[in-house]
């Protein structure tokens, strides 16, 4: 899954801890910064700016959520994949992205909150996951649109994550990265079966490719942060400013519009290979810059159609906490039932 | 009616042996229906882990319904594929215990249906293992030991739940007193699983109850809970025979399958 875009996001609920070590004032920004430019990793005892705290764990979380969150739309498709090849994949792929959430949410947790917190700020709508998710999975081929289109653009954000300058965050997707990559190749293979096959099968494909195209392509990467990339010059220059600093910090290695040219010019000739037609007619080699181009983001418009308050962002916070909820009776068995046996553990000690 | 040596014979010079189909597509079904069930638990439980787990041994039971219907498929003369089983038969040609169909109710009543299914299926497929045919004894083997990760799953939510807050245990109780009905079908030996026994093709699946009364037994015990007594036993599934809401669950696996006709997937 994703790496979101890094703006309009609620700012974290919780003061950030410090228990750098112990040293001059002074010299701790200065170790920070030696650390970052010899490339090494900041380990969670190390001392951090707040605003790298913050960025950090607004980047972690939203990542976390998205995991989770979508595993609904696929999730919807386990009971009716219509082959057991098919579904053993795909109840594979949903376990895989739960892992990831919790990998997440444990890399998230050494900054000095917890995963309750976390789940609850997603409840609350205060912290928010990828829009792209704000999206139905209407038919079948919609599974294998998503692992293809999402999770590759998942995998060319998350690549360069795999080298983040926060350590726990970076190992968390190491072990992502090469699952994503797996994801990827197993949509690809179900599209190619697809267009492979009946006529109406073919159709189904190419009408998943139009609606999911727009959702990866936008929202996966965030919003547009150069004018090249569509943005007015006053957003360009607050996204640069937002990636520039995200950039000098290491959390990121290369702005979204980086980011989105290459995902292009890793899709095109896929669906070429597999028949379908991306749904923008502005799709053209460009011999002189060796890149697609292609119609720049309609940022604003996009967002707003699958914001925070339509259908689908409802529905999927809605499952989210009637599954929490549910649970809620569950969780407790378990806190009492392990609070008992740490009690029982303490009084079998030998005094 | 043909003896058991004609039906020995008769299996070695030809591979079929429709009685063996008949009972592997029990089996089968049994492992799918109960791996669809817990497909509508993904995205619904009450902990992230917990998605992670029951999507874990909905993907091994997966497994084990392919292996099975693989097997079936070249034991019954008909060259079925595992698919052709599965999306291609009509409700009525399933042929699960009832107790892997029942509707998955709260995560008290998932966890009483996987404490009795696995507890069953270790020992049943751990008895397959004995058996004469080297790919059953070895889907037996195999398959036992990953459902033997599947019970301590169900043993340890028992437990807890069984001893965590006045409402879990509650809710636990009421989960098994759920299930026990239908839990005598997984052991009943009708004519079909009688010859197989007789021939000593497969082991019978009453040969395994009294070793899982004892092991359930202890685990409901364990966890504070009592045994259900019912007064009935409901029986139909052998047979084709299901519940209404078996319908449903047959419909929304097969309606993709269904609505693209000649489709290869
Ligand atoms: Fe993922
Ligand atoms: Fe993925």
Redesign the pocket.
Known sequence: ??TPGTSAVAAPQHAARQDGPPAPQDALPAHFDALIAAGETIEPRDWMPDGYRRMLLRQIAQHAH??II?MQPEGAWLTRAPSLHRKSVLIAKVQ??A???LYLYSSAETLGVDRAELLDALHRGQQRFAATFNHPALTWADTGAIAWLT?GA?VINQAPLCRTSYGPYARAMRR?CQ??AF?VRQGYDLMRALCEGTPEQKRMAQDAVDRWWLPAVALMFGPPDTEAGGADARTAALGAAVSRRAIAWGIKRHTNDELRARFVDSVVPQAERLGLTLPDPAIRWNEERGHYDFTPVDWETYRDALGDDTHWARQRIAHRRAAHEDGAWVREASAAYAAREDADGRTEEPA | MTTTSDTAAETARTGQDPDLAAHLLRLGDDALVLGQRLCQWITRAPTIEEDLALSNIALDLVGHARTLYTRAGGLDGTGRTEDDYAFARADREFTNALVTELPNGDFAVTVARQLVYTHYAVLYYRALADGPDPDLAGFGARAATEVAFHRRHADDWTRRLGLGTPESARRMQAGLDRVWPYTAELFEEDDLVSRLAAAGTVPGPASVRPSWEREVGEVVAGAGLTVPAPRWQARGGRDGLHLEEFGVLVAELQSVRRQFPGGTW
């Open positions: 899954m994703s998205s995991e979508g895989d992205e892992g990831h959430g999770d998942a992502v699952e994503e994801h």
